[in-house]
């Protein structure tokens, strides 16, 4: 099927075929999709189907501050003066404004149309979202596999995402911090806070024993593996149940699947887990994780 060519309309004239990965795909559940904007690195995207609804296949950000927004979103819409107002990046919305549902009219310079040319959502300068229907949101409660070079060839991610990104499989751009997205940061770096944090982000306890890389989360989530460095960091694996092997992503470093002492990792709690100044000597427990119905930020 040829890509359908949609235009992001505005004063000053943007073409945004350049800088997006638009596919025409096929009809969906209960209504066909007009447009998706796609991220090039993680596949994930926005979709905006043509009964009018808006369909972030993550999470929305609203009232975001510009300089917050991803440095690598598939499309970035700007004010005026050249502030960013709204942005896709990878499977999330972020808006500097807010979502506004069932609206009769469109306005801002930004404008989404339809396959047959009517308006379906637009974007203001203030960042508010107009959509011809309601917002909508979809599970990616999915479990990963193995792909590290999603996570290193591309320098914004390696830089701004760390393991608690690659664990939730959600590039946030935001170094995301356990408890951040929930209201409730980890004061100290201990077991009993990083876990507290984490849970209230919507991730689910499993135990603190090894369960085995042929358990099976609900709905198909990730096992994952936290760990401490006592009063001085934290840190995340997460399991490729396909091919029972375990990796990280180690701060702003590349994303890998050896331990510290180079071995492949089948069990986490026993991999090597001392980087000198960083010793992950606290079992911080199993969890399951849902990928993006993770509230990560």
């Known amino acids: 099927m040829e890509p359908m060519k949609i235009r992001v309309t505005s004063r000053q004239g943007l073409w945004a075929l350049g800088w997006l990965a638009m596919t025409a795909a096929g009809a969906a559940p209960a209504f066909a999709i007009d447009m998706k904007i796609s991220s090039p690195i993680f596949g994930h995207g926005v979709i905006f189907k043509s009964n009018g609804n808006v369909q972030p296949e993550g999470r929305i950000f609203t009232n975001v501050a510009s300089w917050d927004f991803p440095v690598e979103g598939t499309l970035d819409i700007l004010d005026p003066s050249g502030n960013g107002v709204a942005s896709f990046a990878n499977n999330d919305l972020f808006l500097k404004g807010s979502a506004l549902a069932f609206q009769g009219s469109f306005p801002g310079r930004s404008q989404f149309k339809k396959a047959d040319g009517t308006l379906m959502a637009s974007v203001d300068d203030a960042g508010n979202l107009y959509m011809q229907g309601a917002l909508e949101n979809i599970s990616l409660c999915t479990a990963p596999v193995t792909e590290l070079t999603k996570w290193n060839t591309s320098t914004a991610v390696q830089s701004n995402d760390n393991c608690y990104n690659y664990g939730n499989n959600q590039a946030t751009y935001t170094f995301a911090q356990p408890g951040r997205a929930s209201g409730a940061e980890a004061s100290d770096y201990t077991v009993t806070l990083v876990r507290a944090a984490a849970m209230n982000d919507g991730l689910s306890w ?84 849902c990928g993006g119905d993770a509230n990560v930020r």
């Open 206 to 289: 499993v135990g603190w024993n090894f369960p085995g890389n042929a358990y099976t989360c609900p709905n198909s989530g990730t096992l994952v593996f936290m760990t401490v460095a006592p009063h001085v960091d934290y840190h995340w694996y997460r399991l490729d149940k396909a091919n029972g092997k375990w990796t990280h992503k180690p701060g702003d470093t590349p994303a890998t699947d050896v331990d510290a002492s180079g071995n492949t990792i089948t069990n986490p709690l026993i991999a090597n887990r001392n980087y000198g100044a960083l010793n992950y000597t606290d079992n911080g427990g199993f969890y399951c994780t």
